[in-house]
């Protein structure tokens, strides 16, 4: 009994000595950013290891403002559907992942932002001419993918499309292969994400985005509740980011020159 006991009593005290070691003013990071890992253009975990996309160059340009360089951040996936559970359980600093600030998510997270307004949309096989609006959807033999957890999801059960049978897996891409092979007919969630997929190459030329704009999607960063100053912090970044360019050459540089933007949105957040 004695010597787990003294095991964990070292182990603690081990612990607190490591954390007050590292918790210098000038030794901080690594911030931890969760990003998309599979969203071309707006958070990509390519091949080779390396990040790109929209929602990548706004974390780096606001980890930054932070004091945390290009090489103390750790960018950690995080799935639509587990945002808010891995802000709350300090899996991730902040989210930096086409994350729309809404009602719901804002009773367990605090957001900065938004930095960004995108729409929802349909993506569709470029050679099926059937779904043209959103009302080709709501019919029971329209077969309608999207991710769990997302607003996009829940648009099309409240109210696009409630008759449309959908499809709810854990990420875009995924959708994307089921639109490819003809598991389903369409897929739906904001226009940047589906503009990426579009572009990427490989798939020039095989899907049509119907541009609609069937909702309005507010990116904010996610952080945990109550982070205050963290908030009032990152707003004044994403502030500087549009004020200096950097907003809008990172806009033109992931989204390509197909995509028809939106300006940057006033900042709405203060708690
Ligand atoms: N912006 C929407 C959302 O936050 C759809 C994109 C996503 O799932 O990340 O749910």
């Known amino acids: 009994m004695k010597v787990p006991q003294a095991g964990v009593i070292a182990a603690v005290i081990g612990l ?15 911030l931890a950013v969760g990003i998309k890992f599979d969203q071309p253009g707006v958070g990509m975990r390519e091949p080779d290891g390396t990040f790109t996309g929209f929602d990548v160059d706004v974390a780096r340009y ?5 004091g945390y360089p290009k090489d103390k951040i750790v960018f950690k996936e995080v799935l639509s559907n587990d945002r808010e559970l891995l802000i709350e359980y300090n899996e991730v600093d902040i989210v930096v992942a086409s994350y729309s600030i809404n009602a719901k998510r804002k009773q367990k997270v605090d957001f900065a932002g ?13 050679d099926d001419p059937t779904i043209t609006k959103a009302e080709d959807l709501n019919n029971a033999n329209k077969r309608l993918c999207s991710v769990t957890g997302s607003t996009s999801a829940e648009n099309v059960r409240k109210n696009l499309a409630p008759k449309a049978s959908l499809l709810e897996l854990g990420g875009y891409s995924e959708c994307v292969v089921a639109l490819k092979e003809g598991l389903v007919d369409a897929l739906t969630t904001d226009n940047s994400i589906l503009a990426g997929f579009a572009a990427r190459k490989g798939n020039e030329g095989k899907f ?3 541009g609609l704009s ?3 999607e507010n990116y904010g960063i996610g952080m945990k509740k109550g982070s205050g100053e963290l908030q009032v912090k990152i707003n004044k970044a994403i502030r500087k980011m549009v004020e200096d360019g950097t907003w809008e050459a990172a806009v033109k540089k ?6 028809k ?5 006033a900042i709405t957040t203060s708690n």
Request: include cysteine; proline fraction near 6%; charge should be negative.
């Open 214 to 216: 069937l909702s309005s």
């Open 16 to 30: 607190s000595l490591t954390a007050s070691a590292c918790g210098g003013a000038d030794d901080k990071g690594p």
């Open 254 to 259: 992931n989204f390509g020159t197909g995509y």
């Open 208 to 210: 049509r985005l119907i």
């Open 62 to 66: 606001v980890a930054k403002e932070l």
């Open 114 to 126: 938004p930095y960004f307004l995108a729409h929802q949309d349909l993506m569709v096989r470029a």
């Open 261 to 265: 933007y939106e300006a940057a949105p």
